[in-house]
């Protein structure tokens, strides 16, 4: 059986990450750099869910299809994670890159208390850091939501609290750790990496967001290093958006979640 090579599989790294958060942080970056150049960082405005047409049906499809294409690279990723060699009717895990990651219902009810505590851990002090950013001047001011009141408004920023939790919790931790190890790195290295990737690309918020982002990043890498599960990881981090951007299109409070 080929095994694919070191080369190969830096390769592969690249291209998913030029196809999903790695040219997020790119653009994160530059827009940083942007706000930073025009005004202090406090005076910056950073919003989340944007309207993309001044016509109900046609927003509506836009969002959905931001959502759908979103999604795209965690098929890849799930692609490239599933052995293909694995024989016909072998009862083995190894195959499936759902089990592989953890990324199925094998156990939900454990999954989903976990995922509620891991919420708790970070949700409550992301707050906290939200304010001292802002406080410190280094934090923009961030709007989780400003799409107009529909009624698809609620369910439409629910499926994108979804769909970011699974693209960066599946690709961000699951995939990039599995391809690091096997790249011979050192757990601590790995997941130093994986939550500085995180953070960069959120820094369009701040400084503070960079932050917090990393603390989550090494939080959830940990974890995930201890359990082989990742849907834990994607229930908090979908609790987490929920909360905002929900929270904030009902109430009008910004929040500092990404």
């Known amino acids: ?28 970056v530059v827009q940083l ?10 005076e910056g405005t950073s919003t989340l ?23 795209v690279p965690v098929l890849l990723v799930l692609y490239f994670l599933t052995d293909q060699r694995q024989a016909p009717g072998d009862a083995g895990n190894q195959g499936s890159a759902f089990r592989k990651l953890g990324f199925n219902f094998a156990r939900p009810g454990k999954d989903a208390v976990q995922g ?34 529909y009624w698809w408004t609620v369910p439409v ?5 979804v769909r970011h939790a699974v693209v960066e919790e599946v690709i961000v931790v699951g995939y990039l750790l599995n391809r690091f190890g096997r790249f011979g790195w050192s757990v601590p290295m790995a997941i130093a990496v994986s939550s500085v990737l995180r953070g960069s690309y959120h820094l369009y ?14 939080v959830f890498a ?11 990881l994607v229930i908090a981090h979908a609790l987490l958006d929920i909360v905002a951007f929900v929270g904030f ?5 910004a929040v500092g979640l990404g």
């Open 205 to 218: 918020q701040g400084f503070g967001p960079f932050i917090g982002n990393v603390v989550m990043g090494i």
């Open 116 to 149: 509620l505590g891991l919420a708790a851990l970070i949700g409550i002090p992301s707050l906290g850091l939200y304010a001292a950013g802002r406080a410190l001047g280094i934090t923009t001011a961030i709007i989780p939501s400003a799409l107009d009141a």
């Open 249 to 253: 299109s009902l109430f009008g409070k």
């Open 222 to 232: 940990w974890i995930y290093t201890r359990t082989k599960r990742v849907m834990p």
């Open 1 to 28: 059986m080929l095994v694919p090579s070191r080369r190969r599989l830096t390769f592969e790294v690249w291209i998913v990450l030029g196809l999903s958060l790695g040219q997020s942080a790119v653009y994160s």
């Open 49 to 71: 869910n944007r309207s993309q047409s001044t016509r109900e049906y046609f927003d509506l499809t836009y969002q959905l299809l931001d959502i759908i294409f979103a999604l």
């Open 157 to 161: 920023l629910v499926l994108s609290a």
């Open 33 to 42: 750099l942007d706000k930073m150049t025009r005004a202090p960082l406090a």
